[in-house]
């Protein structure tokens, strides 16, 4: 079974600050992927970020950057000089293996994070 | 655009109802995904379709079912509504690609249903 745990429910910061989300991950299989969605007030889902589990490269896109340690089981999540519009539930998410007719994502709980100007 | 349409948008029903949700995938996108984001069981996934058939399930309650038609749309149905039913209902589609490669799933904006 696989499972993904976000410990930090909410997290509030002003303007300009950096926001680390840490997301810890349980699966059974060798190969996987991870993901980071995000959620805005208007409520759909926003893809943000893609990682499988054979590349454990770190990298940064524009503000967002992530950390992934297969061997802590962890993939976390950074938000460079957050924003007013960076407010929103972040999720992480885990869907495993590789088949052709694709995978159902498990979510963790979200943080919620407020950006205060 | 995600390019996966839902209708409803917005649904209000009472206890005890049946209803049913509809999704249109991405063109060409063979497979559909369910999922119910609550307040007390957080986003989980419901139900997968491919070209048409169950292809795996998750928590999915016996009072709800779904399927995929031919034109590869889907609907969940959702019947004897209880308080516990309200939430955000996502669909979203996926292609299918190379073995080797991961198959993106792109998210509907959401159903949201109230049940009273």
């Known amino acids: 079974a696989q499972k993904v745990t976000q410990a930090q429910t909410e997290i509030s910061v002003v303007e300009k600050e950096d926001v680390t989300l840490d997301c810890v991950y349980e699966?059974?299989?060798?190969?996987?992927?991870l993901f980071w969605y995000k959620q805005p007030p208007s409520g759909e889902l926003v893809f943000l970020i893609r990682?499988?589990?054979?590349?454990?490269q770190n990298e940064i896109s524009g503000r967002y950057s992530w950390n992934f340690q297969k061997s802590t089981s962890s993939f976390n999540f950074t938000i460079t000089a957050s924003q007013v519009v960076d407010s929103a539930v972040y999720f992480c998410?885990?869907?495993?293996?590789?088949?052709?007719?694709?995978?159902?994502?498990?979510f963790g709980g979200g943080t919620r994070v407020l950006v205060k100007p | 655009d995600s390019g996966v349409t839902q209708t409803p948008k917005h649904l209000i029903t009472a206890t005890g109802q049946r209803v049913t949700l509809r999704c249109s995938p991405r063109?060409?996108?063979?497979?559909v995904y369910w999922y119910q984001q609550s307040l007390d069981q957080g986003l989980q996934f419901l139900i997968q379709?491919?070209?048409?058939?169950?292809?795996a399930k998750g928590n999915i309650l016996e009072r709800f079912s779904a399927q995929q038609f031919p034109d590869l749309h889907s609907e969940l149905n959702l019947s004897s509504l209880e308080l516990g039913d309200s939430a955000l209902y996502f669909c979203a589609s996926s292609g299918e690609r190379a073995v080797s490669s991961y198959n993106e799933q792109f998210f509907g904006p959401g159903t949201r249903l109230t049940v009273l």
């Open positions: 998410a885990l869907s495993e293996g590789i088949k052709a007719a694709g995978n159902k994502l498990t």
């Open positions: 990682r499988n589990s054979f590349d454990e």
């Open positions: 063109s060409g996108d063979l497979s």
């Open positions: 699966t059974r299989d060798t190969t996987y992927y």
């Open positions: 379709y491919y070209n048409g058939e169950e292809r």
